[in-house]
């Protein structure tokens, strides 16, 4: 697999630094599992369910961005359903907002008329994106308060939440 994965394929966990990546059992560094999930070409807890996964990162979520328990166990299981350790397939996220492009209504379009592999139907319309003009600073703006109220977090906390899983995405990369 040459592509990297921007989130971890079984946890969700966003993966930004070269640390956050788990292992081969060459030592080389896995393309879309977390250090947690992954060591030396398998699964840390090889046994793990989806439900103890889902647990352990509404936990995680949930201190970190202040978030309900509740709201946080179905961001999770909502998030990590679509990973590949989980549904045997890597769906690609629009690297513009991240949203998971898993059936061909999510995709946007090309000037052809054909789906984009890469933006989502609500970023990108006949190959263009929907707001040219948009920064990451101001997506983040835009975002973090339909976050904040779906999920009942405070916004200081909603806007970290979408940096952190905009970042490194390919239209913000730097
Ligand atoms: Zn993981
Ligand atoms: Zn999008």
Redesign the pocket.
Known sequence: MSEKSNVCQSCGMPLLKGEDFGTEENGSTSSIYCTYCYQQGSFTDKNASFEGIAEHGAQIMSQMFSMPIEKARTFVIDHIKTLYRWSGRIAPS?Q??G?ALFSDTDAGTEHDGTLSSL??T??YQNGEFTEPDLTHDTMIKKYAPILANQLEVPSDKAEEMVRVFTSGLSRWKK
């Open positions: 629009c513009s907002c949203m933006y989502c609500y970023c």
